[in-house]
């Protein structure tokens, strides 16, 4: 079964063609939506294709990492939940969930994308904790790149909440009108290698005939902030090269949708 | 003291707006939103599909499995740590009673129902949420059901009985919340659980309104699953 779809899907990228009549490389349709949660600080849904996913900002005050004092904390988890797929279980996050959490991670940490400086409240003392929650609501393939757009748009969707006398957080009060002290905007483009062909956003019948992926995260100056390599084929430096390209070519079309 | 003014403005026995959408998951056998005021609940069926382990299955019938569980994002504070807890494992729990005596899975030996009902916000009154939206996923599921099952949460904040609490009444230290899960046909209740502290008088009271508010959450719930039945 899984051979005669692969088959099929390489005779199709011969012809340039994918499964639903897109190009190799072209993303289904992408929308984000602000504000989906009035409980969140920050929160967005992103749609690619009938991709739907969620993230949520949640912010907290805390004490500062002993090693970092002077820098705010921040952390991304994703749920591949079980409303989303059959294939998904409740439980603890498994690998493909710990996965995208930690490229979505390295894509807004390793971009400067927040300024951790800025989160400060008192140096060594209280910082803000900026919470990532992400949690596919209908998974019809591409969650990696769904799931970083829709935490960038959770972080520009962001207002901090006003603190009280001890600083700690007023969740009573009406949020402030002030955001994170945002600067890049990373974005990942997911590309797959099949056979000698490339293509990005996969639906979840394509993903079953990876043989090698390239997750990419591009900022809006076009450099690379974080990459990481998937499926169990190994890739050539002209085909990471290749991918590279790709991704900073279709990185924008992604950020229009922000 | 006496409660002259709900904190929303509402009338003592006015539900909050509320909107429903059935088919809202394309990849579940079925699918439905449910929303009152600020609380959302999703809710997606999958199966009757196999049931693993074996030792859970039963010859005799199908089993409905019920998981509900608050987005990490979706508390009034701090951050809803995900896994769940004891509170999501016994409104799970209660939730799947509530919807149980609707639905004959005798056809589907050895097999589950899987319920997943997830919340992105919340104001008060999830396990209600829960219930209506999950009842409008199995029907979408196509599953023969006796009935919907329709919930509220009905309760008293110091003199009034109210329905449809939001957050700031359910945590009101002079009051009680009463959430109630009715099978609109038959009028029987599924669910009936309280905290707080009421008069028996008060206690009826609350479960008379609260089946009353349910007829108008029924009509929320026929004309989502009509208007997605015409759309196909």
Known sequence: MQKESKAHLLRALAKNVRYDGRKALEYRPVTVEYGISESAEG?????????????????????????????????????????????????????????IARVVDRAVRESKSIDVHKLVIKPGEKVWAVNIDICT??????????????????????????????????????????????????????????????????????????EARLTVAVTEKGTVCALQKGGALPLSVEDIDKMIDIAQKLAPTLRKAL | ????????????????????????????????????????????????????????????????????????????????????????????????????????????????????????????????????????????????MKDLVCAVAAGRVEDKIVIDLNYYEDSHEDGADLPVAVLPNSGKVTLLQMDGDMTKEQIKECITKAKEACKKIYEVQKAALKERFVKR
């Open chain 1, 137 to 210: 609501i209908n998974d019809e393939g591409g969650l990696q790149d769904a799931a970083c757009l829709a935490a960038l748009a959770a972080l520009k969707n962001t207002r901090l909440p006003k603190l009280n006398e001890n600083d700690d957080v007023d969740y009573d009060a009406e949020k402030t009108k002030e955001g994170l002290p945002l600067s890049k905007q990373p974005v990942e483009v997911t590309v797959i290698k099949v056979g000698e062909h490339f293509f990005v956003d996969a639906l979840s019948e394509e993903e079953k005939s990876i």
């Open chain 1, 43 to 99: 929160s967005a849904r992103v749609r690619i294709g009938g991709t739907e996913v969620m993230a949520g900002v949640k912010l907290e005050t805390n004490t500062p990492y002993p090693d970092t004092p002077d820098q705010g904390n921040l952390m991304v988890n994703a749920e591949l939940m079980a409303l989303s797929n059959p294939a998904f279980e409740p439980g603890p996050p498994g690998e493909q969930a710990t996965e």
């Open chain 2, 1 to 144: 003291m006496s409660y002259t003014k709900r904190f929303d403005g509402r009338g003592f026995e006015e539900l909050r707006p509320m909107s429903a959408k059935v088919g809202i998951i394309p990849r579940a056998d079925g699918s439905a939103m449910f929303k009152t005021g600020k609380t959302t609940a999703l809710a997606a069926v999958y199966g009757p599909r196999d049931l693993h382990p074996k030792f859970m299955q039963n010859p005799e019938t199908g089993i409905l499995r019920i998981f509900y569980n608050m987005m990490p994002f979706s508390g009034h504070g701090e951050r809803v740590r995900p896994g769940g807890g004891r509170r999501s494992k016994e409104i799970s729990m209660v939730i799947q009673n509530a919807i149980l005596p609707v639905l004959d899975l005798k056809d589907y030996p050895n097999a589950v129902v899987d319920v997943f009902v997830e919340l992105p916000q919340t104001d008060a009154g999830t396990r209600c949420a829960a219930i209506t939206a999950a009842a409008m996923a199995l029907a979408d599921a196509g599953l023969e």
